[in-house]
Structure formats: structure tokens, C-alpha cells
């Protein structure tokens, strides 16, 4: 980066901490609201939200089930930013999910007696493919056939779910369910070659949100340091422009909206192997399997600005917040129903105030372009919008 | 709502840890300029009473008093009766300070405020409930130099700082028992309490003693489980009112609902702890009133004198703490007047005892356990989750003590995994895993838990786990028949089955349905599985397919038919229900349910949890052991040549003659 | 099997399929309106289901579906309102301010249903309305004129909508902002009012559309739409934006529910492949759109939120 003047740069770097502020401020305008409602329902707040605080982020037994539950988060959210950059809207992330957990599911179940170096590998590269292949789907709709991606995601959530209880009631089905005739619809429990590697042997901490992590810095490098993601922001920036300099918008519609998917599906393998049982199961619906992460890794990618690298720490105060919703539910036993409109509370202020936070990041760009050309003006730092784009 | 934001107002200051004047300024009463440094107060009160040992009969020492107490101070009953006692204090003591955090129902919160109190340096705490006790024995250590007093209770916790406070509630219990009998045309007495424990026990006994001292009267006394459902207390009013009682009392704060009824219904009254006189004017005859005062006198004293604690006071009739007020406002005969005071000459000069003519009956009471139920579908489905949580509420009513908490709606097995793994970490006795689904997660986190017993259903499978146990319901038993029922009463020989998806008990509850029928008769039976828990309206459009195609009997399993209850009923069409009793839906078409009363296999798990043993067992309701029960709807005019049908399939099954056909 | 064919099994599935369209259709062209204006309300279940609560509430209290009715509106107008100030005067990302009312709906109907009602009751329902004379006529009598008010009330809002959206200066101004919002601004058309109006229309509708589901079925659960709100919004996309590409959308969509339906009821699906039945209508949906879908354009300035001279 080249120096700015001083005075720029302090007030750079206040706007710089106001606009990462907003969405803190907001979750904790939604936390007021809550509060009421807690409340309202004769339960004591405080104690409320100091056990939420508590079970989400006050032992290290709280910290490893947030970042467990932050996994999925961060790679949806990851997948988003990836459409929003090409400008499409990925509102598919459920079904994606499905589909990647059932690829994995299906390969695991192959992998008795392999060794672990390839069956592990292998079961969560099928977990990428399956979420690749249901984002490629809506993807190729979209740019071939005019189909809009809303439309087909949605639907193809609906496909999604029921080829998930299909392959699990039948096909797919523990066997002992059959003999016993209980026939709940899961999986045997998964070879542990394909088990996801602990931390520390008998802790619940395992690599998914390693991979997570990992994923996120990729697809920054992906976008910012190929010219893939050159393209895919272009086109994202405008068609037009990107067609008149030779690109086809059509295959980068399908790249942005395959890669999406590829990480949601990726959440989805995640998911399964580092589940409690080890083993795929449904109740009949998507967010049965997904607990809404497909929609709520949206608003995690909202939350860290729509930028990869922010999405880390955005993914882990947002999963903090589920998790610690949980714990809230059993300190001042309300209905867990609690949980999700609090949830619903919490996307509503962060997307609200929004607008205040790109607003000031816009006068952080110009104060800062004003003093110098900025090279590589967004790495580390959100950028405004999907829409705005800085070629290096 | 307002009686429920107050508490938490005050829990607010004290969380927010504001000072001696904000926390008297809420509790109502004028405050003196407070010492606004942290720890003059004890050390002040020590040092006052090393120079001047008090008297009781002179003015005491200007002190501050903290009181946390369950209810709110305006409960007219028990939360109530203490800050009168307090506010009587203040007047005698010009210069008392006086603060109050009501509504901590919750015991953390009110041993947070306790310890708050302490903190802030006031001279006596008086933790004015029961359940406060667990908490107080720890915080009393923390402040050997504050005086503390709990109530109601015997037992000063082995500190020499703690006071015990007790109320013989059971001589005006008695007193008023008398009265009543004699009050009573119908000689049916309703007693309305919360939960079996304390001063309300004592109260109700003594009461029930009393008026059964009155040849040919019947008490009939109703614990609804609850010291706050003011619903709930209101329904057993009526109730009791149903059933011929002319006469009620109640003790805890939540009868204020019930002596409403008893207004409405023109109804006697008998109050307890506060004056109750004002809920219900024309109808409230006495109420017997606890005058803390008396004991606090002598606790104050105590402290002026320099001694914080270790001793155990009582009120009661002779001593003047417990008073019978009547309303003047009832013309109370001069018989059942002079009946009142000979028993409470009788209980103060010691020849009548109150508990003495009550005959013991505990039934085995087993120890009070917290028992947590993670379960995927709401509570009130009236189905597979509502089932589970009336058992769990019904061991509670029958175990006072027993604590509940909740998680439901958690489809997500994950989250589901996460609460089972909270509930066991917080050290609950008994997790219920109340969902087919959590089988595999529950396997991990059992092994993390050795030492916590969970039960997992509907399964027959312990998972190899020493502390799991697996519960399951043989539904297809009440399938079988409903089944055979439903094929004696079609008229089109078509019977429409609306599933959710093919497993677990609903697969169970189809099959052996679908067997009962067809064994029956020439019946066809169409069964659709719409593939989901949950999606209300699919299932009543299944339903109206069947009715389309000739069905005039209908059944279904899981919380989604709710709706093709609807349509069932809206086509004048036939219901067997099953999980829960789900006559309210279509009370002129349900023709029955099958009803789990899980409480028959919880009862087992939990004794075997008492003796030491924390799983390894499966259970099974079924029609033999009770825990299937087949509720008939009244509504419905059952020929009596099918009731006896079904009388004949329940014994076939039973005695193993029949064979449900499921798996 | 032969007697699938009879009329009144016919009729029956026809009906069906009826009433698993109106809640989509009402919901649907309500969406229409917000989308014509430029704006992408992904609340739509949310609403619905807070409409469907207050509305089966209403009725539990009140003994009358018209009054749940009206609650189920009147819910519906509020957040729809809500919504707007969410995208139109706050600007916010579209794709996702909807899935905060989507949540929160979710939450909050379950929420108020556990506190205030408890154990479901059943509520009266709508009564059905014969209409004279055309209710006569064999099989689509039955089919067309024997359904209860709120059913034709919604096949009414199809024309009437169109109607409006094509030929009044109210619809012109939504098509206007919806397409350029710049110029109608210039021309002096508030895109805020507009947008505030259209995205209201929405929200009413979908409240509507829940009541209607929860009093038409008389009993209210938690999840009770089941996610149709999220149907509703890719059938605005199957119908083009237009309300009678809406209505066909829906009834195609509820039509082929029935059809399965009724297939697994007769056994003739067998019960193994129920869950594979249960895409055909999603799979329908989309591959009717691979066909059509080229000859229709969205509003330009959808999910486009805009602000005066930015």
C-alpha cells in the first residue's frame, strides 16, 4: 500500500472502525428487541443473554461448539460472495447443502477398509461436487435457457430434499433399521476412516472449521489474484462491458454459480462427517439437515461485507449467536421458537443498517483515493458492495 | 405482563449493581441518606453493637434490610405476607432501610441478588423461600459478617450466621378446617395448592385434618404442580366446584385466580398467608395471616445483640405470628365462630395437634431429579412431543420437586445433539432423547456422560450404552384396534390412512391399523405417506383424496394431520386418533385415540435411576402395561356391540391370542 | 384403477388442486406487484405465517373466519410495510432483508400460538358458497362455482390485478419504477411512494394468503405454510410477472400436488417412491420454464434499490 498522508489515514481508519461497528450495532439493536420479548415471556434478560454469552463464547467447551457451528456458516457464506461478485443470487445454498452431504454420504459408505488419507479426501471432495452439480444446474438454466436462478434454486431446494429422504429411507438406510424395523431414515454409521481428525482425542473440535478457514483464503486468492475471478467480477460488474471485451458472460454465470454451490456442498460433507452420529439423517426437511444454513450463510457473507477473508470472523460471531441462542433457550426455558425469530431479529437490523455502513465505507474510498491510487485497494478490507469492484 | 417486567426490573438494578439508594427507592419505602461507600454497613452494625447491646423493648438500631423473595410483593400470599412484615419493622424502627427484588422465581437470579445484598453491605438478608436454601449455605460463608435468615425453613444450614423461620400454618390450616365443615351444605371441601412442600403442605394437611374431624365431609385436595399458573389454580376451583365442593381455600400466590371462581360461583373462601379478603368480599369468610414481624423482632434483637444467627424461630397461634382475620363483611354464625375458638384454644394450650389425626401415606416418594426432554416437534402438537411432556408433567405433579425443562421444536439433529450435550453438561439427572433421529448422536455424547442417565425412544435399542435407556411404543396395538373398529363401522368398506413418512411408531400405528381393518372384514384400506412431519395442508388434501375415493373412515399418525382431523370432520367424516388424545379436534367424529402415557415406563426408568442403575434397559408401553390406553370419545355413540369388539381385541392382544401383523 | 376416472374422483382432485393453489396464487400475485415495482420481498412465508396465526387466532377468539380474514390482512399490510421501509427507504439488500422476515415470521407465529392458544383448537372455517345457477351444472358446477368466498375472491384478484397493473396510472407508475427508475423520477413519479405501495399490496396479500390457508384449514401449527411462501416467489417467475402467468403457475403446481396425491392414495404410486412423487411438481415447474422462459424479461431495476441522484 502506498502512505497515505497522516491526517487520511486517521480518519481512514475511524471510518474504518464506525463501519465495522454498524453491524455489531445492529445485532445488538435485534438483542434489545429480544430482550423485550424475554421479558415479556417472564423470563429475566440478563440472565438470559449472560447464559447466551456464556454458551456461546464462555468456556473453551462453548468455543469449540461455535466455531463447529460456524463451519457451515463460513462456507456458505464463502459460496456467497462468490455469486454476489458475479452478481447472481444464490438462494440455493440449502439444496446444495443436501446434495453435497448425500455425495459424501454415498462415497463414505464406500470406504470400508480404505485408509484414511484417501477415503477422507475423497468423501469430502464428493461433497464439493454434489454442491457443485446443484449449483452448475441452475447455473446453465440461467445462462442457456433464460431461467432465472430465484426460480430454480428454490425448486430445486424442493428436489433436494426429497432425494434426500428417498435415498435415506431406502437405498441408503442402516440396514439394522430394516432388521430391527424401525426404519428411521439414516445412514449406518460412517466408516471412521472418513471420520474428520479431532484435535484433541475424545474433544468435539475437528478440522471442518479449519477447512473453512482455509476455503475462505482460497477463494479470496481466487478472486482477487486469477484471472477467473478477474472475469467473474467483471461480469459481475457488467455484462455488457465484459461481453465487449471478448468474455463470455454465460460460462462465468455458470462458474460463479458452480463454485457456489461447490462450497455449500462442501458444508453439507462437513456437516455429515463431523456430525454427532457420524452418519446422515433426515426428519423430512431441508433445515432438519441444514439448521438454515444454506440462508443464514447469506447473511454471514452479508455480515463480513461480502469479502471472503471477513466472512471468517463474521461466520464465528454469527454461529456464537446460535449457539448461544441454544444455551439461552434452556437457562430461561422459553419456547425454542425464541431461537429463530430472534434469529430472523438479528438478519433484519444487520441488512437494515446496512446502508450506513457501505455509506461510510464509500467516504473511507474516497477519502483514501484522494490522497493516493490504491493498488490493491481491497484486500483485507471490505468492499462496499457486490457491485463494486477495483481491478488491480 | 406487567407482574412479570417488575421482577425483572429489579433484578436489573441489582445486576446492574447500582447502590443502596436506587435498590431502597424500589423497594417503596423512604430512604435514609445511605452509606455510599461498599462495606460500612456490617462493620458499622458490628461495631454499634459491641458498644450497646440493644433490648428489645427499646428502639432498636437503625438497620437495612434486604428481602428477595419468589413472587411479587403485591401476591397477596406468601411473597407478601414478609414485605408487610418488613414494611411493620420499618414503621417501629424510624431510620430502617429497607430494599426489596421480588419475582426471583428463578433461584440463580435470587442467589445472585442475595449475594448482591450482601455485597452492598446490608445488615440482614432474609431469603424468603424455600428453594433458597441451596444457594444461601454458600453465600453465608462468603459473608460471615452479614446476617442472613431463610424462610421457610428449620434449618439454619449449619452457619452461625443464618437464621431459620418457620410458620406452623397448619394450626390456622386446622382452625379453618373446622370452619369450613361446618360452613359446607354439601360437605364437599376443594383444596387448591401448588406443590406439595413447605408451608402449603402444612397448611393443606392441617386444613383437611380439621375438617375431617367432621363426620361424612369429603376434602378433596388438587396440587396443580405450580406456584405461578394462576390459570391452572383457577381451573381447579372449578373443578372442585364441578365436582360439589361449596366450600375452597388454597395456599400460594397463584389462587388469586381460584378465589375468582369462587366469587363468580358464589363460593366460600378460606385465605392463607396474606388477608384475602379484598379478592373476593362477600365470599372470603377468614384468612389466616402470617405476621413475620414476630420473628423478625426477635431476629433483629439477636443481632443488636451481636449474634447473627444459628437459631430457629417459628410463628404461630400461641406466639401471635399467625392471626385469624375474619371479614366482617361475612355474617359467619355464632356456631362455627365458636367452634374456630375453641380449636385455637386447643391448639395453643396443646390438646389438639393439628397433623396429629393425619395418617401418612407417601407413596414411596422418590428423590427429586431434573429432567430434561429434547424432542423435534412443539409441545403442544397433540402428538408424538405433547405425549412425552404430559408424562414428564405428571411425574413432576407426583414428585414434588422435580424439576422440567424443555427443548422442543429442535428437528435439527444437530441442535438437537447440542441441547441433549447442554442438558447433560448442566448436570440434569434424566435426558430424554425424545426423537427416533437423535440415535446416533445420542451414542457419542452417552460415553461423554457416564455418570448422567438418558433415555432415548420411541427404540428398542439401549445403543450399547450402560446409561441409556430405550423406550418404545407399541402402537400397533391401538392400530390393530382402531383398525378393527373402524372396519365394523365403515359403510363404504374404504378406509383412509394419512402417514407422515414410513418409519418409527407411525409406521407401526399404520400397519397394525391397516392389519386390524383388513382381518375385520372386506375392507380396502388406502394409506398415503406424504412424506412429511409437518406439512399440515398436504395432509388434508390426502385426506380429502381418500374422502374422494370413497373413504369414510379416516385415521393418521404424527403432528401434521391436525388439518385432516379438520377435514374429517368438515365431511362428516369418521377419526381414530392416536399419540394423544385428539378428541378436541372433531369432538363429534373422533370416534377414539390411542393415548402413550409415557409416564408408565418414566416411572420405572426413574426408580431404576434411584437404585443406582442409570440404563441398559428397554421399555414398551403397550395395552398391557398400561401405557397404551384407547381414549373413547363420549361424543361419539359407540354401538355397543363394537365397544365390545374392541373390549375382545384388546384382551386377544393382551393375552397374545391376536397377532397385530406389524413387523 | 378404472374408477379414477369416475367424475366425482375427477372433481375431487380438481378441487384439491384448487385449494393447494390459492394460498401459492395469493401470495403469488401479491409478490408480482413488488417485483413489478423493483422489489424482491423473500418475507413472503414470513407473512404468510404470521397472517395464518393472526388470522386462525382472530377466528379462535372471535367465532368469525371473516374477522380472522381481515386480521390475516391487516398483519399482512403491517409487515408488508415494515418491508418496505426495510428496502425502500433503508436500501437494503433484497436477496436477504427477506430472510430475516422469513425467520422471524417462522419464530414469532410459533412463538405467539405456544403463548396464547397452547393446545390447537379447531375454528369455524370459511362456508361454501354455491354460486346460483352455475353450481348446478354437472362436474364443473362442482369443479368452478361450489367453493367458499375467499376461493373466488382470489381467482377475482388475477383480473383485477391485471387490471390494474396494465391499465391505470397506478400500474403504469409500478411497471415505470420497476423498469427505469431514474426516469420515472424525472418524470416525476415518487419511487418511493410506489414502491412503498406496491411492496404493501404484497405483503397484504400474502397476510391474506396465510389466513386463508390457516382458517380454510380451521387449525393452526407451527411451520404451518410449510415453506409455499417460497414457492409462491418462483412462481412469480414461472408466470412471468404477469398475474394470469401467476394463476397458471400456481394451478399447475397445486394441480400436479393433487394428481400426485391422488395417485399414492390409490396405491398406484407405490409407497417406496412418495418422496420421488414429491418433486414432480418442483421438477414440472422448472422444465415448463426451460420452455418459455426466453420470451420473458424481469423488471430491469429489480432488487435494484434506488436512492435520488446516487
Keep these: 500500500m502506498t502512505s497515505p498522508g497522516s491526517a487520511g489515514r486517521r480518519s481512514r481508519l475511524a471510518n474504518q472502525l464506525l463501519s465495522y461497528s454498524v453491524p455489531v450495532l445492529a445485532v445488538l439493536g435485534a438483542l434489545a428487541i429480544g430482550a423485550v420479548m424475554l421479558a415479556m415471556l417472564g423470563a429475566n434478560p440478563f440472565s438470559g443473554f449472560w447464559a447466551m454469552a456464556k454458551g456461546a463464547f464462555g468456556s473453551s467447551g462453548a468455543l469449540v461448539e461455535t466455531a463447529l457451528k460456524s463451519t457451515p456458516l463460513l462456507l456458505v457464506g464463502v459460496g456467497i460472495t462468490i455469486a454476489f461478485r458475479a452478481n447472481v443470487i444464490n438462494i440455493g445454498g440449502e439444496g446444495q447443502m443436501v446434495s453435497g452431504a448425500l455425495a459424501t454420504t454415498v462415497i463414505a459408505l464406500g470406504m470400508t477398509d480404505v485408509p484414511s488419507w484417501i477415503a477422507l479426501p475423497l468423501a469430502l471432495l464428493a461433497g464439493l461436487v454434489g454442491g457443485a452439480i446443484w449449483g452448475a444446474i441452475p447455473g446453465a438454466l440461467k445462462a442457456y435457457f433464460g431461467v432465472n436462478e430465484i426460480l430454480s434454486t428454490i425448486m430445486l431446494n424442493v428436489v433436494a430434499v426429497q432425494a434426500m429422504n428417498f435415498l435415506l429411507r431406502a437405498p441408503l438406510i442402516d440396514p439394522k433399521e430394516i432388521e430391527r424395523g424401525t426404519r428411521i431414515p439414516q445412514t449406518a454409521r460412517l466408516p471412521e476412516s472418513t471420520d474428520l481428525p479431532l484435535f484433541v482425542e475424545n474433544g468435539r473440535l475437528h478440522i471442518g472449521p479449519f477447512i473453512g478457514v482455509l476455503a475462505a483464503v482460497l477463494v479470496y486468492m481466487l478472486l482477487w489474484r486469477t484471472t477467473s475471478g478477474y472475469r467473474l467480477r467483471a461480469v459481475g460488474q457488467s455484462g455488457d462491458a465484459a461481453r465487449y471485451s471478448g468474455m463470455s458472460v454465460e460460462r462465468n454465470v455458470v462458474w460463479a454459480l458452480t463454485l457456489s454451490g461447490a462450497m455449500a456442498g462442501l458444508a453439507g460433507a462437513i456437516l455429515v462427517l463431523g456430525s454427532e452420529g457420524h452418519r446422515m439423517v433426515t426428519d423430512g426437511s431441508t433445515i432438519g439437515f441444514t439448521g438454515s444454513a444454506g440462508f443464514n450463510g447469506i447473511v454471514t457473507a452479508l455480515f463480513g461485507g461480502l469479502h471472503p477473508l471477513w466472512t471468517i470472523p463474521s461466520s464465528f460471531l454469527f454461529g456464537g449467536l446460535l449457539v448461544g441462542a441454544i444455551a439461552l433457550q434452556r437457562a430461561a426455558q422459553v419456547p425454542t421458537a425464541l431461537v429463530l425469530a430472534l434469529n430472523g431479529l438479528v438478519v433484519l437490523f444487520v441488512v437494515s443498517l446496512d446502508r450506513y455502513r457501505r455509506q461510510l465505507k464509500e467516504r473511507e474510498e474516497r477519502s483514501a483515493s484522494a490522497i493516493a491510487i490504491d493498488q490493491e485497494g481491497d484486500d483485507g478490507s471490505p468492499p462496499p458492495s457486490g457491485k463494486d469492484l477495483e481491478d488491480g | 405482563m406487567n407482574h412479570n417486567r417488575k421482577p425483572g426490573l429489579a433484578r436489573l438494578w441489582v445486576l446492574a449493581a447500582l447502590l443502596a439508594l436506587v435498590a431502597a427507592a424500589c423497594g417503596g419505602d423512604e430512604a435514609e441518606e445511605p452509606a455510599t461507600t461498599a462495606a460500612p454497613g456490617t462493620t458499622q452494625a458490628t461495631a454499634d453493637a459491641e458498644e450497646e447491646p440493644a433490648s428489645p423493648e427499646e428502639p432498636m438500631e437503625p438497620l437495612r434490610i434486604a428481602v428477595v423473595a419468589p413472587s411479587a410483593s403485591n401476591d397477596l400470599a406468601f411473597t407478601q405476607s414478609i414485605v408487610d412484615a418488613v414494611n411493620v419493622i420499618a414503621a417501629e424502627n424510624p431510620g430502617t432501610e429497607v430494599a426489596i427484588t421480588d419475582g426471583t422465581f428463578i433461584v440463580e437470579d435470587a442467589a445472585a441478588a442475595i449475594r448482591g445484598y450482601a455485597d452492598e453491605g446490608y445488615d440482614l438478608v432474609l431469603a424468603h423461600g424455600s428453594q433458597y436454601g441451596g444457594s444461601l449455605e454458600e453465600i453465608a460463608g462468603d459473608f460471615p459478617d452479614t446476617a442472613f435468615a431463610w424462610g421457610t425453613s428449620t434449618d439454619t444450614l449449619g452457619q452461625p450466621n443464618v437464621s431459620a423461620y418457620n410458620a406452623a400454618s397448619e394450626q390456622g390450616g386446622y382452625v379453618m378446617g373446622r370452619m369450613a365443615a361446618v360452613l359446607s351444605d354439601s360437605k364437599v371441601i376443594g383444596v387448591v395448592g401448588p406443590i406439595e412442600v413447605g408451608d402449603a403442605k402444612l397448611f393443606v394437611d392441617g386444613f383437611a385434618n380439621g375438617a375431617m374431624e367432621q363426620d361424612g365431609v369429603t376434602v378433596n385436595i388438587n396440587y396443580i404442580g405450580s406456584f405461578s399458573d394462576v390459570a391452572l389454580a383457577s381451573e381447579a376451583a372449578q373443578a372442585h366446584i364441578a365436582s360439589g365442593a361449596d366450600v375452597l381455600t388454597g395456599s400460594a400466590q397463584m389462587v388469586v385466580g381460584a378465589v375468582g371462581v369462587a366469587q363468580a360461583n358464589d363460593v366460600l373462601w378460606f385465605g392463607t398467608q396474606a388477608n384475602q379478603t379484598s379478592l373476593a368480599p362477600d365470599l372470603v369468610v377468614a384468612s389466616q395471616v402470617y405476621k413475620w414481624e414476630i420473628v423478625l423482632r426477635d431476629i433483629i434483637a439477636d443481632i443488636s445483640a451481636g449474634s447473627l444467627g444459628g437459631k430457629a424461630y417459628e410463628i404461630d397461634l400461641a406466639n401471635g405470628g399467625l392471626a385469624i382475620e375474619y371479614n366482617d363483611g361475612y355474617p359467619l354464625p355464632a356456631e362455627a365462630r365458636t367452634i374456630a375458638d375453641a380449636a385455637i384454644a386447643g391448639i395453643i394450650d396443646g390438646s389438639i395437634h393439628p397433623l396429629e389425626q393425619m395418617f401418612v401415606e407417601e407413596p414411596e416418594p422418590m428423590e427429586p431429579l431434573r429432567i430434561a426432554i429434547v424432542a423435534p416437534s412443539a409441545s403442544n402438537d397433540l402428538a408424538f412431543t405433547q405425549s412425552i411432556v404430559d408424562a414428564v408433567n405428571v411425574i413432576a405433579a407426583e414428585n414434588p420437586g422435580t424439576e422440567v425443562a424443555i427443548t422442543d421444536g429442535t428437528f435439527i439433529v444437530e441442535d438437537a445433539a447440542a441441547a441433549i450435550r447442554g442438558y447433560a453438561d448442566e448436570g440434569y439427572d434424566l435426558v430424554l432423547a425424545h426423537g427416533s433421529q437423535y440415535g446416533g448422536s445420542l451414542e457419542e455424547i452417552a460415553g461423554d456422560f457416564p455418570d448422567t442417565a438418558f433415555a432415548w425412544g420411541t427404540s428398542a435399542d439401549t445403543l450399547g450404552q450402560p446409561n441409556v435407556s430405550a423406550y418404545n411404543a407399541a402402537s400397533d396395538q391401538g392400530g390393530y384396534v382402531m383398525g378393527v373398529v373402524a372396519a365394523e363401522l365403515t359403510q363404504s368398506g374404504v378406509i383412509g390412512v394419512v402417514g407422515p413418512i414410513e418409519v418409527g411408531d407411525a409406521k407401526l400405528f399404520v400397519d397394525g391399523f391397516a392389519s386390524g381393518a383388513r382381518n375385520q372384514g372386506d375392507v380396502t384400506v388406502n394409506i398415503n405417506y406424504i412424506g412429511s412431519f409437518s406439512d399440515v395442508a398436504l395432509a388434508s388434501e390426502a385426506a380429502q383424496a381418500h374422502i374422494a375415493s370413497g373413504a369414510d373412515v379416516l385415521t393418521g399418525s404424527a403432528q401434521m394431520v391436525v388439518g385432516a382431523v379438520g377435514v374429517a370432520q368438515a365431511n362428516d367424516v369418521l377419526w381414530f386418533g392416536t399419540q394423544a388424545n385428539q378428541t378436541s379436534l372433531a369432538p363429534d367424529l373422533v370416534v377414539g385415540s390411542q393415548v402413550y402415557k409415557w409416564e408408565v415406563v418414566l416411572r420405572d426408568i426413574i426408580a431404576d435411576i434411584s437404585a443406582g442403575s442409570l440404563g441398559g434397559k428397554a421399555y414398551e408401553i403397550d395395552l398391557a402395561n398400561g401405557g397404551l390406553v384407547i381414549e373413547p370419545n363420549d361424543g361419539y355413540p359407540l354401538p355397543a356391540d363394537v365397544i365390545a369388539l374392541a373390549a375382545a381385541t384388546i384382551n386377544g392382544i393382551i393375552d397374545g391370542s391376536i397377532n397385530t401383523g406389524a413387523n | ?310
Design chain 3, 1 to 310: 384403477m378404472a374408477d379414477i376416472f369416475t367424475s366425482a374422483v375427477i372433481v375431487a382432485t380438481l378441487s384439491s388442486g384448487i385449494r393447494l393453489a390459492v394460498p401459492l396464487l395469493l401470495a403469488s400475485v401479491g409478490e408480482a406487484f413488488g417485483q413489478r415495482s423493483g422489489v424482491l420481498n423473500l418475507g413472503v412465508d414470513g407473512i404468510m405465517l404470521l397472517g395464518a396465526f393472526g388470522g386462525y387466532y382472530t377466528t379462535l377468539k372471535t367465532q368469525s373466519p371473516w374477522m380472522g380474514l381481515a386480521a390475516g390482512l391487516a398483519i399482512g399490510m403491517a409487515l408488508g410495510l415494515l418491508s418496505s421501509v426495510i428496502s425502500v427507504s433503508l436500501l437494503a439488500e433484497q436477496g436477504i432483508s427477506g430472510i430475516g422476515v422469513y425467520l422471524f415470521g417462522l419464530g414469532m407465529s410459533d412463538l405467539l400460538f405456544q403463548r396464547l392458544v397452547g393446545t390447537p383448537l379447531p375454528v369455524k372455517s370459511f362456508p361454501k358458497v354455491p354460486i346460483p345457477g352455475l353450481s348446478e351444472i354437472p362436474v364443473l358446477g362442482d369443479l368452478f362455482f361450489n367453493h367458499s368466498l375467499p376461493i373466488y375472491l382470489a381467482f377475482l384478484a388475477v383480473p383485477v390485478s391485471t387490471l390494474i397493473i396494465n391499465r391505470t396510472r397506478f400500474g403504469m407508475n409500478i411497471r415505470a419504477v420497476g423498469e427505469n427508475p431514474e426516469a420515472a423520477d424525472s418524470q416525476g413519479v415518487s419511487v418511493v411512494k410506489v414502491r412503498y405501495a406496491a411492496v404493501t399490496i404484497g405483503g397484504l396479500m400474502a397476510g391474506a394468503a396465510g389466513a386463508v390457508l390457516a382458517v380454510g384449514l380451521g387449525i393452526f401449527q407451527q411451520n404451518l405454510t410449510n415453506a409455499q411462501g417460497f414457492i409462491a416467489i418462483a412462481l412469480v417467475y414461472f408466470g412471468a410477472w404477469r398475474p394470469l402467468g401467476v394463476m397458471a403457475g400456481a394451478l399447475v403446481y397445486g394441480m400436479v400436488s393433487a394428481v400426485v396425491l391422488l395417485l399414492k392414495t390409490r396405491g398406484i404410486i407405490p409407497l417406496g417412491a412418495s418422496d420421488l412423487a414429491a418433486m414432480i411438481p418442483a421438477i414440472i415447474t422448472v422444465l415448463a420454464l426451460v420452455f418459455a422462459a426466453r420470451r420473458f424479461r424481469a423488471p430491469t431495476a429489480l432488487t435494484k434499490p434506488f436512492m435520488r441522484g446516487g
